[in-house]
Every structure is written in structure tokens, then in C-alpha cells.
DNA sequence: GCCAACGTTGGC
DNA sequence: GCCAACGTTGGC
């Protein structure tokens, strides 16, 4: 069984007049949801092609303030067409998918439970600037930090639905299930910069002197520092034309 | 709100 | 088929 992560938006964000948010608390409450909105040709080949009836996937938020993993779920419905995409009245609308050989795809996901702890991207890329799992974290090997370091969210920002190995997948249960950072990674260090905008960002005013949150501060420092260009081939498909260009978000399904 | 990263488009 | 320009993603 194959584990993916997918992406959704908890903060509310007007498209055409309709709010695309989709939370967690949405998630639990609908219990199923399609995964509609999807505009981005990689993630899309994903559902379409990859994504199995009862494979595992992690819930995260995006684009909000405090970005991460916040529940667990399984494909409940595989591959569809994206209906929405041909509504123009629909967010999601993109004149170039046709009814009678569609050009997005989406499944169904069911909401399995949360997470008791948020899995944070801060925290997660705290964890992968570290060279060994820290003490206060017992649970975490050596292979389930090998497996977070490689992480296509770490790795690859903007792809909304990704692959999971195995490995990172049981490092994020046992982060959401147990916790154990707090006090040694500076979660809240998502704050703003204090003071001026734009040049020397530093970390938001705290005088972190822990060995832990210096991770976190390196981390920040660090960051994409863009590097290794890479060629993506999307297999299969050559779209021409000009298409919605959003590629990440969807909206929630009711 | 800013802006780096990067996916997509389209001119050549 | 390359690559600059463009537009979006999404963290901060």
C-alpha cells in the first residue's frame, strides 16, 4: 500500500466568489471528501495513475500560519475526472478540459483521525538539519530521520500531491502521536521578523540559545537555497494552450 | 504583503 | 528544443 501527502488550504481565500478553504476540522466534519482542484500536471498524474483504493495519506495545511501535518487519511474513490473543471461558473473552471477526453483527475480521500500533535514544517526541517534523532525524541531512529530528510515536502515545496515513504511516513505518526519537541524545538519560531521588512531576516527577535533551536535558526538560513536546477519530465502528456494556472490548491468539497 | 522558487508558456 | 518571461505557490 503506497502513502502520499496532499495539501489543502485551512484559511479562507475568496475564488470567484467562493471560499476554497479546506481545514481539518472541515475534513473531519464531511468525513469524505473529492480532491477537486488540482491543476498541476505532476500531482495530477499522481491521482490519476498512482493513488489505490486504501492508500494511506497525510492531511496538511498550507499556505496558513502554522504550516504541517495535521491528520491522517486513505483514497476512498480512485481516479476520476475533475468535473469541476468544466463548470465555468466552478474556481476551479479551465476552459481547456473537455468533457470528452478530460484533462484533470482527482479521488477521494477519507478523513482517518488527527493527529495529536501538528507535525510543523519547522519542526520537520529542524529534524532535517540534525545529523542524529536528539534524545528527547527516543522514538525517532536514525532511518526515520533519514526518511524525513528526504521528504518531497522538504524537498519539493510546491508539489501539492507527493509521494511518502514508508520510513517518513512512520516518523510522522510517531511526531504526531507522541510529540516530545516542545521546549527543544522553537515551533513558534514561525513567527515574524521583528523590525524591518525584506534584507536581514533573522529569526523573530527570541535569543535562542539552545542547541535545538540553533537547529531551527540554521535551518531558516539555509533554506532553498535554490541550487540543483532540476528537469522535471511529467510523463505522458504535452498540454498546449493556455491553461488555469493553479496547480495546488482545491477546494472544499461540499 | 513580500518575494524566492519554480512550473508553464511561447518565441525563436 | 532551448530558455527568457511570466505567473503562481506558499513560507515567512
Known amino acids: 500500500m503506497a502513502k502520499w501527502l496532499m495539501k489543502a488550504e485551512p484559511d ?13 476540522d472541515d475534513f473531519e466534519k464531511i468525513g469524505v471528501s473529492s480532491w477537486e482542484g488540482v491543476r498541476n500536471f505532476e ?3 499522481i491521482m490519476r495513475d498512482k493513488m489505490k ?3 494511506k495519506v497525510l492531511f496538511y495545511h498550507s499556505s496558513c500560519k502554522s504550516p504541517g501535518i495535521t491528520a491522517l487519511a486513505e483514497v476512498s474513490k480512485e ?9 465555468p461558473k466552478h474556481p476551479y473552471f479551465d476552459a481547456k478540459s473537455d468533457p470528452e477526453s478530460p484533462k484533470w483527475y482527482m479521488v477521494d480521500v477519507k478523513f482517518n483521525r488527527r493527529l495529536p500533535f501538528l507535525v510543523s514544517l519547522v519542526v520537520l526541517r529542524a529534524l532535517a538539519s540534525l545529523s542524529a534523532p536528539p534524545s528527547y ?5 536514525e532511518n526515520h530521520l533519514a526518511g524525513i530528510k528526504s521528504m518531497n ?5 510546491r508539489l501539492s500531491v507527493q509521494p511518502v515513504e514508508d520510513v517518513a511516513w ?3 505518526e510517531l511526531l504526531g502521536e507522541k510529540g516530545g519537541w516542545e521546549g527543544h524545538l522553537d515551533v513558534k519560531g514561525s513567527k515574524k521578523t521583528v523590525g524591518k521588512k525584506g534584507s536581514d531576516s533573522r529569526e523573530g527577535g527570541a535569543e535562542n540559545h539552545s542547541m535545538d533551536n540553533e537547529a531551527v535558526r540554521r535551518t531558516k538560513e539555509s533554506k532553498n537555497t535554490g541550487g540543483q536546477k532540476r528537469k522535471r519530465i511529467i510523463e505522458g502528456e504535452e498540454e498546449s494552450g493556455r491553461t488555469v494556472r493553479r496547480s495546488t490548491r482545491r477546494k472544499q468539497g461540499i
Open 153 to 157: 515536502l522538504l524537498n519539493r515545496g
Open 137 to 141: 525524541l527516543p522514538y525517532l531512529t
Open 53 to 55: 483504493l486504501g492508500d
Open 79 to 87: 481516479s476520476y475526472p475533475d468535473y469541476t473543471a468544466w463548470d
Open 12 to 24: 479562507p481565500r475568496i475564488v470567484k466568489g467562493k471560499d476554497v478553504k479546506f481545514s481539518v
Open 170 to 172: 512512520e516518523a510522522i
Open 43 to 45: 500531482a495530477r498524474n
